[in-house]
């Protein structure tokens, strides 16, 4: 059986690439989905634990699909507003949205 | 009881009378005319018909008709207003009536009642020729109140009443003074009337008050029928060495001084002849001034207390002495100098004012009321008589510019045509001459005014009563006054001769004496009544020891008049000197200045002036008193009132101070603002908030808005904390 | 009428302010209607005062038609109102006055309603001021009264009413400070501000003080002789007294006629009635020690206030300046009345406050009419300037004889109500202050002089061609606003006994 630990370096990678697009990029669209690798990532872990650690629990089960509901969500209403901002302002680079800097 | 009830009716018909014209009766002039004329008739009559009265009852001064009702409460006690018939009231009130009436009568006629009104004239300004009086109705609800102050003087039982009276008369002098308002000088002449006199009447108000503290009554009989009363006054020490009475008697003589236009209150008299005639006869014979005299023979009792008939004058006497007989000199030399027919008469009647109040002063009581009465007569009659001659020119004037116009067109007229068309002076005497002539009844009526004025012998009123007041000044002891009032009467003879003969002898001297024509009826009337006055009264105070006549008639001024004091006076002992005095000067007098002005032609100048030279012009000039008074006090007032109290005290000094303070206080205001509010208050306030705009100012750097920098930041102190935990905690 | 008997004196305070409300109520562009509502509000006060006339009784003890309630519980100050022989006269004047200036106030056209509805509330102030019989509702009242005035100068007077009405208020509430502190004192002192039980504690009043815990170092005499000067002060400066007269002419002739009417025919008696109903009964001590002072300054009132007239060019002014001297005759009363209190010439002193009583209607009556009569004249003219009119009596002999008469009543002519108060005051005086009396007689000439100089600048001399062709004579509305003014003046000149059956019982059982 596959040791517990390649699940979890593999979700350490998933998370460190969500990482650096939400902090790399500057397109608005892939840091929202730097954002949604990072929430994959962690749902690893949550399953990965779930089946290794308690898996006569279904709590495990359940914390991954709430993440996938929040993860679905957010990435509607936060291409929606990327969507809006664009037809406002022709862009998605995200230092250009400064409408209440000071 | 009736006779009582009576008195208070006298003065009340005029008064109603001037109410009734006020409120409505001024519509219709012959209203007017009937209304004022109708009342004085009723206190005519009522006021003989008490005078009748009086003389009938015996003992009239011990027992006088008295009623009076309280009228004003003072405190515990109350002051009683009355009425009080008494010898002396009963025949000032006769001579009152009777020159009252005759002035009413007269006045329709020289106001030209009846005529049309000119359309040139103006209210307020005398009319041109021969039309109505524009203010007619006005004149006679002013001369009814006149009359109304005049008789309730008379008729008052105490001082209180007289002083209203009194006030009522300076008040309707204002007003008749100034009747003719529209002439600046008018307006000038009625202020300065009611001022001068009023300048009296405060010291007199003083008195009335001083008296008043002194005895707690105003009542004639309670203070001056009471030998108590007056001796405790007398001892009763007040100021400057005078008793209490003499103090008092003092300050009600300064009232006669303003009144009856003694000096040194007289110069309000002679500017007084703005009036119209009749008014100037109302003021000079039959009311104001005789007010005067009136208050002082009232006040006998009192001026006199503590003097024994013959020997020295008490301090008030002398003072009263002085100036009247001063009086009496000074004005009847400033008379021999003035060419204003109205004016020489002011004089005169100052001076005759002097001769009475010397002989109160002298203590002549019954001489003095007999000298008020006689002039009351023969001044009516002398100033309706100047009435009657100045409308007389004022008519020939008319008539001579009018006859001059017609012969104006096509040729040149004569120069004395043209001479007449300029405008002359109707009251200048150098412009008349020779109008006995053109007005004969004025001229013999005026004669015997004229006469009686200077005491021509006998015949006259006027000679009766001066010689009176002479042969007491002698028969007191008294050589100064005597000689002064003497001299007085040189004077007034003289003056008198040279009224007559520059007005009535002679040549005209101008076109308009030529043209002046008679009164009207309406106006000799009075004059010829008046006329019978200055004659007759004279009779009635012959003295029993007079040569040849004395004793035909009885002495009935000195029976009667002398019960109005609580002791009859003594008659004095007939004497020769006065006499002779008296018939000297009055005959010297009259003669003199029928010689030098008999016959003076057009033209003519002034002979005493060229004998008197600078004198003259001294006398002309009044002696320069209107000139020194208005240095002396008029001035200095209008300095003190506008430029000291008003512009230096009360603007410089008082709010000069307010807006100091005011000023200050804004000062102190700015200062607390700048020194105090501003730095401190506000300073603190405003650095709290500068410091807490700084410090955001400085951290703002951070709030970037961009969220991956705050992640960045996030991650790092992540990162620290774990190395922290991890790496040093252990 | 028992209802209208118990509150009789509440009706008569409180109509004109409820009427004011009534007012401000009614549609502003409606002047014509505003004007006669406020006359006919203005009415009744009238109505009642002249039935408190007829109803008091002046031989009875003691205040009549009392009211009391309770106010200020916590401070014992009530709601106590009610009339004697000195106030009787002068609700009258007021509430007489007050009609009469607004039948004179038809030609102010610019807010009415505010002009009307100020000038009720002015009269409930004047009114409170004449019934209070407690001291803090006396002051209340004190201070109401100058604030309608204040705005009645300053929005419809002249060209110099901001300074005017500016100079007025700080005046007046200069003398005001030092009376609420005075009043103070004597309140906590006493425990009470009743008038009637101060009146009986005060004067006698000996225990140190101790205000709030803090004893004054000071002696019971000199506490007593502040509060004292602290009560003159503010009084004399309402009469005024010289030298706190300056505010008057400024005020008088700025203020719109109606205001001057009202100025100077109540709000100077508010002053007067000060000394009269506390100064003297309250400090009959001190006020014996400096009657000589107060009388000093009433003569110079009474001289300077002449002059100061009589150098005016200014009709208005002039006619200001003759208050400052005819209420000079008013204190010197007081004062004399102040010297005589409890001495063998108490006498003379019923007999001066008697006059100063009668002077302050009288002056109210005269003083009001030629103010009257200058607004009549102002009105046609637009000037003030006596220079400037000269011979105006054949243009409008109504206007004429009405001067002629008002002016003599205020110089004082006997048979004219002016007369029978001075000379009463003096009559009064002169036993107690001979000289100064002697010296005020400058004051009396002078005031025939000013008087001579305003009739004779106004209606004799040559007419002044420039008005030949106006219209000048008065109209009967006005007639009608200055004949019950005539009357009085005439009716009290000829039988003073009607009015002075009221005053003297009470200053008899005061001063006698």
Same mark, same amino acid.
């Given at each position: 059986?596959i040791p517990?630990?390649w699940?979890l370096?593999?979700?350490?990678?998933?998370?460190?690439?969500?990482?650096?697009g939400v902090?790399?990029?500057?397109n608005?669209?892939?840091i929202?989905?730097?954002?949604?690798?990072m929430?994959?990532?962690?749902?690893?872990?949550?399953?990965?634990?779930?089946?290794?650690l308690t898996?006569?629990?279904?709590?495990?089960?359940?914390?991954?699909?709430i993440v996938?509901?929040?993860?679905?969500s957010?990435a509607?209403?936060?291409?929606?507003l990327?969507?809006?901002?664009?037809?406002?302002?022709?862009?998605?680079?995200?230092?250009?949205i400064?409408?209440?800097?000071? | 009881?009736?006779t009582?009830?009576?008195?208070?009716?006298?003065?009340?018909?005029?008064? %109603?009378?001037?109410?009734?014209?006020?409120?409505g009766g001024?519509?219709s002039?012959?209203?007017?005319?009937?209304?004022a004329?109708?009342?004085?008739?009723?206190?005519?009559?009522?006021?003989?018909?008490?005078?009748a009265q009086a003389?009938?009852?015996d003992?009239?001064?011990?027992?006088?008709f008295t009623?009076?009702?309280?009228?004003?409460?003072?405190?515990?006690s109350?002051?009683?207003? #009355?009425?009080?018939i008494?010898p002396?009231?009963?025949?000032?009130?006769?001579?009152?009536?009777?020159?009252c009436?005759?002035i009413?009568?007269?006045s329709?006629g020289y106001?030209n009642?009846g005529?049309p009104?000119?359309?040139?004239d103006?209210p307020g300004?005398?009319?041109?020729?021969?039309g109505?009086?524009?203010?007619?109705?006005?004149?006679?609800a002013?001369?009814?109140?006149?009359?109304?102050?005049?008789l309730?003087?008379v008729?008052s039982?105490?001082?209180?009443?007289?002083?209203i009276?009194?006030?009522?008369m300076?008040l309707?002098?204002?007003?008749?003074?100034?009747?003719?308002?529209?002439r600046? *000088?008018?307006?000038?002449?009625?202020v300065?009337?009611?001022?001068?006199?009023r300048?009296?009447?405060?010291?007199?108000?003083?008195?009335?008050?001083?008296?008043?503290?002194?005895t707690?009554?105003l009542?004639?009989?309670?203070?001056?029928r009471s030998?108590?009363?007056?001796?405790?006054?007398?001892?009763?020490p007040?100021?400057?060495?005078?008793?209490?009475?003499?103090?008092?008697?003092?300050l009600?003589f300064?009232?006669?001084?303003?009144?009856?236009?003694q000096?040194? %209150?007289?110069?309000?008299l002679?500017d007084?002849?703005?009036?119209?005639?009749?008014?100037?006869?109302m003021?000079?014979?039959?009311? =104001?001034v005789s007010?005067g005299?009136?208050?002082?023979?009232?006040f006998?009792p009192l001026?006199?207390?503590?003097?024994q008939?013959?020997?020295?004058?008490?301090t008030?006497m002398?003072v009263?002495?002085v100036?009247?007989?001063f009086?009496?000199l000074?004005?009847s030399t400033i008379?021999v100098a003035?060419?204003?027919i109205?004016?020489?008469l002011?004089?005169?009647?100052?001076?005759?004012?002097?001769?009475?109040?010397?002989?109160v002063?002298?203590?002549?009581f019954v001489?003095?009321?007999? $000298?008020l009465?006689t002039?009351?007569?023969?001044?009516?009659?002398?100033?309706?008589?100047?009435?009657?001659?100045i409308?007389?020119?004022?008519?020939?004037?008319?008539a /001579?510019?009018k006859?001059?116009?017609? &012969?104006?067109?096509?040729?040149? #007229?004569?120069?004395?045509?043209?001479?007449a068309?300029? $405008?002359?002076d109707a009251?200048? =005497?150098?412009?008349?001459?020779g109008?006995?002539?053109r007005?004969?009844?004025?001229?013999?009526?005026f004669?015997i005014?004229?006469l009686?004025l200077?005491?021509?012998?006998?015949?006259?009123?006027?000679?009766w009563s001066?010689?009176e007041?002479?042969?007491s000044?002698?028969?007191?002891?008294q050589?100064?006054?005597?000689?002064?009032?003497?001299?007085?009467?040189?004077?007034?003879?003289?003056?008198t001769?040279?009224?007559?003969?520059?007005?009535?002898l002679?040549k005209?001297?101008?076109a308009? &004496?030529?043209?002046?024509h008679e009164s009207g009826r309406?106006?000799?009337l009075?004059?010829?009544l008046l006329?019978?006055?200055?004659?007759?009264?004279?009779?009635?105070?012959? $003295?029993?020891?007079?040569p040849?006549i004395g004793?035909a008639i009885p002495?009935?001024?000195?029976?009667?008049?002398?019960?109005a004091?609580?002791?009859?006076?003594?008659?004095?002992?007939f004497?020769?000197?006065?006499?002779l005095?008296s018939?000297?000067? *009055?005959?010297?007098g009259?003669?003199?200045?029928f010689?030098?002005?008999?016959?003076l032609?057009?033209?003519?100048?002034d002979?005493l002036a060229r004998?008197?030279g600078?004198?003259?012009?001294?006398?002309?000039? @009044?002696?320069?008193f209107?000139e020194l008074?208005?240095?002396l006090?008029?001035?200095?007032?209008y300095?003190?009132?506008?430029?000291?109290?008003?512009?230096?005290v009360?603007? @410089?000094?008082i709010?000069?101070l307010?807006?100091?303070?005011g000023?200050?206080s804004?000062?102190? #205001?700015?200062?607390l603002?700048?020194?105090?509010?501003?730095?401190?208050?506000n300073?603190?306030?405003? %650095?709290?908030?500068?410091?807490? @705009?700084?410090? #955001?100012r400085?951290?703002?750097?951070?709030?970037s808005g961009r969220?991956?920098a705050?992640?960045?930041?996030?991650?790092?102190?992540v990162g620290?904390?774990? /190395?922290?935990?991890?790496l040093v @905690?252990? | 009428?028992p209802?209208?008997?118990?509150h009789?004196?509440?009706?008569?305070?409180?109509?004109?302010?409820l009427?004011a409300?009534v007012i401000?109520?009614l549609?502003a562009?409606r002047?014509?209607?505003?004007?006669?509502?406020?006359?006919g509000v203005?009415l009744?006060?009238? +109505?009642?005062?002249?039935?408190l006339?007829?109803?008091?009784q002046?031989?009875?003890?003691?205040?009549q038609?009392?009211?009391?309630?309770?106010w200020?519980?916590?401070?014992?100050?009530?709601?106590?109102?009610?009339?004697?022989?000195?106030?009787?006269p002068l609700?009258l004047?007021?509430?007489?006055?007050?009609?009469l200036?607004?039948l !004179?106030?038809?030609?102010?056209g610019?807010?009415v309603?505010?002009y009307?509805?100020l000038f009720l509330f002015?009269?409930?102030?004047?009114?409170?001021?004449?019934?209070?019989?407690?001291?803090l509702?006396?002051?209340?009242?004190?201070e109401?009264?100058?604030?309608?005035?204040y705005?009645?100068?300053n929005?419809?007077?002249?060209a110099?009413?901001?300074?005017?009405?500016?100079?007025?208020?700080?005046?007046?509430?200069?003398?005001s400070?030092?009376?609420?502190?005075? !009043?103070?004192l004597?309140?906590l002192?006493?425990?009470?501000?009743d008038?009637?039980e101060?009146?009986?504690?005060?004067?006698?009043?000996r225990?140190?003080?101790?205000? +709030?815990?803090?004893?004054?170092?000071?002696?019971?005499e000199?506490?007593? +002789?502040?509060?004292?000067?602290?009560?003159?002060?503010?009084?004399?400066?309402?009469v005024?007294?010289?030298p706190?007269?300056?505010?008057l002419p400024?005020?008088?002739?700025e203020?719109p006629?109606?205001?001057s009417m009202?100025? +100077?025919?109540v709000l100077?008696?508010?002053?007067a009635?000060?000394?009269?109903?506390l100064?003297?009964p309250l400090y009959p001590?001190?006020a014996?020690?400096?009657a000589?002072?107060?009388?000093?300054?009433?003569?110079l009132?009474?001289?300077?206030g002449?002059f100061?007239?009589?150098g005016?060019?200014?009709?208005?002014?002039?006619?200001?300046?003759s208050?400052?001297?005819h209420?000079?005759?008013?204190?010197?009363?007081?004062?004399?009345?102040?010297?005589a209190?409890?001495?063998?010439?108490?006498g003379?002193?019923?007999t001066?406050?008697?006059?100063?009583?009668?002077?302050?209607f009288?002056?109210?009556?005269?003083?009001a009419?030629?103010?009257?009569?200058?607004g009549?004249i102002y009105?046609?003219?637009?000037?003030?300037?006596?220079?400037a009119f000269?011979?105006?009596f054949?243009l409008?002999?109504?206007y004429?004889?009405i001067?002629?008469?008002?002016?003599?009543a205020?110089?004082?002519?006997?048979g004219?109500?002016?007369?029978i108060?001075?000379?009463?005051?003096?009559?009064?005086?002169?036993?107690v202050f001979?000289?100064y009396?002697?010296?005020?007689?400058?004051?009396?000439l !002078?005031?025939g002089?000013?008087?001579?100089?305003a009739v004779?600048?106004v209606?004799?001399?040559?007419?002044?061609?420039a008005w030949?062709h106006?219209?000048l004579?008065?109209n009967?509305?006005?007639?009608?606003?200055?004949?019950?003014?005539?009357v009085?003046?005439?009716s009290i000149?000829?039988w003073? !006994?009607?009015?002075?059956?009221?005053i003297?019982?009470?200053?008899l059982?005061?001063f006698?």
């Amino acid at each position: 059986m596959i040791p517990l630990s390649w699940y979890l370096v593999l979700a350490a990678a998933l998370f460190c690439i969500g990482l650096y697009g939400v902090l790399g990029r500057r397109n608005a669209v892939a840091i929202l989905m730097g954002i949604e690798l990072m929430l994959n990532a962690v749902n690893i872990n949550l399953v990965a634990f779930w089946r290794y650690l308690t898996p006569a629990l279904i709590a495990g089960q359940a914390f991954a699909i709430i993440v996938f509901a929040v993860a679905a969500s957010e990435a509607a209403v936060g291409l929606a507003l990327i969507i809006s901002i664009y037809r406002q302002r022709s862009t998605v680079i995200a230092e250009e949205i400064d409408l209440m800097k000071w | 009881m009736t006779t009582d009830l009576l008195i208070w009716l006298i003065p009340l018909p005029p008064l %109603l009378a001037f109410g009734a014209i006020l409120l409505g009766g001024y519509r219709s002039n012959r209203l007017s005319t009937w209304l004022a004329v109708g009342a004085m008739v009723i206190s005519w009559a009522l006021g003989l018909f008490v005078f009748a009265q009086a003389v009938q009852t015996d003992h009239l001064g011990a027992n006088p008709f008295t009623s009076s009702i309280p009228w004003l409460p003072l405190g515990t006690s109350v002051i009683e207003i #009355g009425v009080l018939i008494d010898p002396l009231s009963a025949i000032t009130l006769f001579f009152v009536v009777w020159t009252c009436l005759a002035i009413f009568v007269y006045s329709i006629g020289y106001h030209n009642s009846g005529k049309p009104r000119d359309a040139e004239d103006v209210p307020g300004l005398p009319p041109h020729a021969g039309g109505i009086e524009p203010l007619y109705a006005r004149f006679f609800a002013f001369i009814s109140l006149f009359a109304f102050g005049m008789l309730t003087l008379v008729v008052s039982d105490n001082l209180l009443l007289l002083f209203i009276g009194w006030e009522i008369m300076g008040l309707c002098s204002y007003l008749l003074i100034g009747f003719w308002f529209g002439r600046e *000088s008018a307006r000038k002449a009625m202020v300065k009337a009611f001022i001068t006199t009023r300048v009296g009447d405060v010291f007199m108000l003083l008195g009335i008050v001083a008296l008043y503290t002194a005895t707690g009554t105003l009542n004639f009989q309670e203070i001056l029928r009471s030998p108590e009363t007056l001796n405790r006054l007398a001892e009763t020490p007040a100021i400057l060495g005078l008793s209490l009475a003499g103090l008092i008697g003092l300050l009600l003589f300064a009232g006669t001084v303003g009144k009856s236009a003694q000096w040194p %209150l007289h110069v309000w008299l002679p500017d007084a002849m703005e009036g119209p005639t009749p008014v100037s006869a109302m003021i000079h014979a039959a009311t =104001m001034v005789s007010a005067g005299i009136y208050l002082i023979l009232r006040f006998f009792p009192l001026l006199t207390v503590g003097w024994q008939p013959g020997g020295p004058l008490t301090t008030t006497m002398a003072v009263i002495a002085v100036i009247g007989a001063f009086t009496a000199l000074f004005a009847s030399t400033i008379a021999v100098a003035q060419n204003d027919i109205k004016r020489v008469l002011a004089y005169s009647t100052i001076s005759q004012l002097g001769y009475m109040v010397a002989a109160v002063g002298i203590g002549a009581f019954v001489a003095a009321a007999f $000298h008020l009465v006689t002039h009351a007569f023969f001044k009516a009659l002398l100033f309706l008589g100047s009435g009657s001659v100045i409308h007389g020119m004022e008519h020939g004037q008319a008539a /001579s510019s009018k006859s001059a116009a017609q &012969a104006m067109p096509g040729q040149e #007229g004569p120069a004395g045509a043209h001479e007449a068309h300029d $405008h002359v002076d109707a009251q200048d =005497m150098w412009n008349m001459g020779g109008l006995r002539r053109r007005m004969p009844w004025t001229f013999y009526t005026f004669l015997i005014g004229g006469l009686a004025l200077a005491g021509f012998p006998i015949v006259t009123a006027g000679f009766w009563s001066k010689d009176e007041i002479l042969s007491s000044a002698f028969g007191q002891g008294q050589p100064v006054v005597f000689v002064v009032l003497a001299a007085a009467a040189l004077l007034t003879a003289f003056y008198t001769a040279r009224q007559i003969g520059l007005t009535f002898l002679g040549k005209p001297r101008s076109a308009a &004496a030529e043209h002046a024509h008679e009164s009207g009826r309406v106006m000799l009337l009075p004059l010829v009544l008046l006329s019978l006055f200055s004659i007759a009264a004279g009779w009635a105070g012959i $003295h029993h020891e007079f040569p040849l006549i004395g004793g035909a008639i009885p002495n009935f001024v000195e029976e009667f008049v002398g019960q109005a004091l609580t002791e009859h006076p003594e008659a004095l002992p007939f004497a020769f000197p006065p006499l002779l005095t008296s018939l000297v000067v *009055s005959l010297g007098g009259l003669g003199l200045g029928f010689l030098v002005y008999r016959n003076l032609p057009r033209g003519a100048t002034d002979p005493l002036a060229r004998w008197l030279g600078p004198v003259h012009v001294l006398l002309r000039r @009044k002696y320069y008193f209107d000139e020194l008074y208005d240095f002396l006090f008029v001035r200095p007032a209008y300095w003190f009132a506008e430029t000291f109290v008003y512009a230096w005290v009360d603007r @410089k000094v008082i709010d000069g101070l307010l807006h100091g303070v005011g000023r200050a206080s804004l000062r102190l #205001g700015g200062w607390l603002r700048r020194a105090i509010d501003l730095p401190v208050v506000n300073g603190f306030g405003d %650095l709290v908030g500068e410091t807490t @705009k700084a410090a #955001g100012r400085t951290f703002r750097v951070i709030q970037s808005g961009r969220v991956q920098a705050y992640l960045a930041a996030g991650l790092l102190f992540v990162g620290l904390l774990l /190395s922290f935990l991890l790496l040093v @905690k252990p | 009428m028992p209802f209208l008997d118990a509150h009789l004196l509440t009706w008569i305070l409180f109509t004109p302010a409820l009427g004011a409300v009534v007012i401000l109520l009614l549609p502003a562009d409606r002047p014509r209607l505003l004007r006669w509502a406020a006359f006919g509000v203005s009415l009744v006060p009238l +109505a009642l005062s002249l039935y408190l006339w007829s109803a008091y009784q002046p031989g009875l003890p003691g205040y009549q038609f009392v009211e009391r309630h309770d106010w200020y519980v916590n401070i014992s100050s009530s709601y106590h109102v009610g009339v004697d022989g000195i106030s009787v006269p002068l609700v009258l004047l007021t509430t007489l006055l007050t009609p009469l200036a607004l039948l !004179i106030s038809w030609s102010i056209g610019e807010r009415v309603r505010a002009y009307m509805a100020l000038f009720l509330f002015l009269e409930t102030g004047m009114l409170g001021v004449f019934l209070s019989l407690d001291l803090l509702l006396f002051f209340v009242f004190w201070e109401i009264g100058l604030v309608p005035m204040y705005f009645l100068i300053n929005q419809w007077g002249s060209a110099n009413r901001s300074y005017a009405s500016f100079k007025f208020l700080i005046f007046t509430m200069a003398g005001s400070l030092g009376l609420l502190l005075a !009043i103070q004192l004597i309140g906590l002192a006493v425990g009470s501000f009743d008038m009637v039980e101060i009146t009986a504690i005060w004067p006698t009043f000996r225990e140190p003080f101790v205000l +709030a815990g803090l004893p004054i170092h000071l002696s019971v005499e000199t506490v007593k +002789a502040i509060a004292f000067w602290a009560f003159v002060i503010a009084f004399a400066i309402k009469v005024p007294v010289w030298p706190f007269h300056t505010w008057l002419p400024d005020a008088h002739t700025e203020a719109p006629t109606a205001g001057s009417m009202i100025l +100077a025919g109540v709000l100077l008696k508010l002053g007067a009635y000060g000394f009269l109903r506390l100064v003297l009964p309250l400090y009959p001590e001190q006020a014996q020690l400096y009657a000589g002072a107060l009388a000093a300054l009433a003569v110079l009132a009474i001289v300077l206030g002449a002059f100061g007239s009589w150098g005016q060019s200014d009709f208005k002014r002039l006619v200001a300046y003759s208050s400052v001297n005819h209420m000079g005759f008013v204190i010197l009363g007081v004062a004399a009345a102040a010297k005589a209190y409890g001495t063998l010439s108490a006498g003379e002193a019923v007999t001066a406050v008697d006059g100063a009583v009668l002077q302050m209607f009288n002056h109210g009556l005269s003083a009001a009419g030629m103010f009257l009569l200058v607004g009549v004249i102002y009105d046609r003219t637009h000037t003030r300037d006596l220079s400037a009119f000269r011979g105006l009596f054949p243009l409008a002999p109504v206007y004429g004889g009405i001067l002629l008469f008002t002016a003599m009543a205020s110089l004082g002519l006997p048979g004219l109500n002016g007369f029978i108060s001075e000379y009463m005051v003096v009559q009064g005086t002169w036993p107690v202050f001979t000289a100064y009396t002697a010296v005020a007689m400058i004051g009396l000439l !002078i005031t025939g002089a000013y008087i001579m100089k305003a009739v004779g600048s106004v209606l004799h001399g040559p007419l002044n061609e420039a008005w030949a062709h106006h219209k000048l004579e008065i109209n009967r509305r006005e007639v009608l606003a200055i004949a019950p003014l005539m009357v009085l003046m005439l009716s009290i000149g000829v039988w003073p !006994i009607w009015i002075l059956r009221v005053i003297e019982p009470t200053v008899l059982r005061l001063f006698g």
